[in-house]
């Protein structure tokens, strides 16, 4: 049986907003579980050329005024990934396989743009508004009872934020030519690497 929430509740939350300090909060928040698990490079050489080479792209951007964090996880995986806030992580795997420096910067780049568009807030506002959309829905109606239905919901949910996913993506790349190129670095090596 689903517990009946107030309508004015529901409202409220979907129209919540996520301000720049709970961004920062919950970037380190998940940024200290990933670092607990996931095998990050110590290597001061290592990790102070890669905050480096992201602080030279970052300090470029809109969002300038945060204190980034890049890190190098030590995987042959070829791949990188952004908390919000200001946390980056590129994989060993990434780095191997970048033949220029303009790959690697153009991949830092990226993720970069990802923060600066703050995409993983927006996406957990999306995901809020939704939650509250369907708790409204179930709440009024008994639809929500079937098993069959709350798959249908999941499903639609998952195809619905997937083309925001694709859109995040370009969009990342675009701010990764500009702010590369702001930096000084060539962002001929954003297409060349992916």
């Given at each position: 049986m689903i517990r009946k929430i107030p309508i004015f509740l529901l409202l409220a939350l979907a129209g919540c907003s996520v301000s720049q300090d709970q961004e920062v909060e919950l970037g380190r928040q998940n940024a200290d579980e990933i670092n607990a698990h996931?095998?990050?490079?110590?290597?001061?050489?290592?990790?102070?050329?890669?905050q480096g080479l992201g602080e030279s792209i970052a300090k470029k951007t809109s969002r300038s005024d945060l204190e980034w964090h890049f890190y190098v996880v030590n995987t042959k995986d070829v791949n990188a990934f952004a908390l919000p806030g200001g946390f980056v992580y590129v994989n060993r795997g990434l780095i191997e396989s970048a033949d220029r420096l303009d790959e690697l910067t153009g991949t830092l780049g990226h993720e970069i743009g990802h923060v600066v568009e703050r995409h993983s807030v927006k996406e957990m506002q999306k995901a809020q508004k939704a939650n509250a959309g369907v708790a409204v829905v179930c709440t009024l109606?008994?639809?929500?009872?079937?098993?069959?239905a709350q798959a249908a919901v999941q499903v639609g949910g998952s195809a619905l934020f997937?083309?925001?996913?694709?859109?995040?993506?370009l969009q990342a790349d675009s701010e990764a030519v500009v702010n590369v190129a702001r930096a000084g670095y060539s962002p001929q090596g954003i297409p060349d690497l992916f």
């Open positions: 996931l095998p990050i490079v110590t290597d001061p050489a290592i990790a102070g050329y890669i109606t008994s639809i929500c009872n079937s098993g069959l997937s083309k925001y996913s694709r859109q995040d993506e």
